[in-house]
């Protein structure tokens, strides 16, 4: 998971995972390509993936937080339009979450990141990102 802050508007990036918890057979490198989760070779599959965002918009200005996944550097991938949520009158110490899931196929080598963007025009959004994804059919 990783931590980043969502800074004036409508910048889209890959959110570093910084830390794990579980990674039982090398998908993610906290040091190179820290954003990804890589098929590892003889993985392939289908995934369930889950992302939790928890945004804390405490000094933030009003507008619209979007996480989604990409696969392989391009596009969106399995969650159509993303997860998005609109904080429309931020206090302090206001929040949201969101919370998407998908099934995916993936080839050893594929990558996985999430994205994240917000619209607002100043401020910073801090928040968490949770990234997860578990083989359930190879």
């Known amino acids: 998971y990783g931590s980043p802050n969502m800074t004036n508007g409508a910048t889209t990036y890959a959110n570093a995972l910084t830390q794990e918890v579980y990674d039982t057979d090398g998908y993610h490198d906290n040091s190179t390509n820290n954003s990804r989760i890589t098929i590892p070779s003889g993985k392939g599959g289908f995934y369930q993936v889950n992302i939790i965002a928890t945004i804390d918009n405490a000094s933030a200005t009003p507008g619209f937080y979007n996480v989604f996944m990409r696969k392989n550097g391009s ?39 999430v994205m994240v963007r917000t619209d607002n025009g100043s401020g910073t959004a801090n928040s968490t990102v949770s990234f997860m994804m578990n083989l359930v059919v190879v």
């Not at 969106?76 to 993303?82: E, K, M, P, S, V």
């Not at 009158?89 to 998407?100: L, M, R, T």
């Open 75 to 113: 596009g969106t991938y399995a969650i159509a339009d993303g997860a998005q949520v609109r904080m429309n009158n931020p206090a302090n110490g206001s929040n949201a979450i969101i919370n998407a899931s998908a099934v995916v196929s993936a080839v050893a080598t594929d990558y996985f990141e």
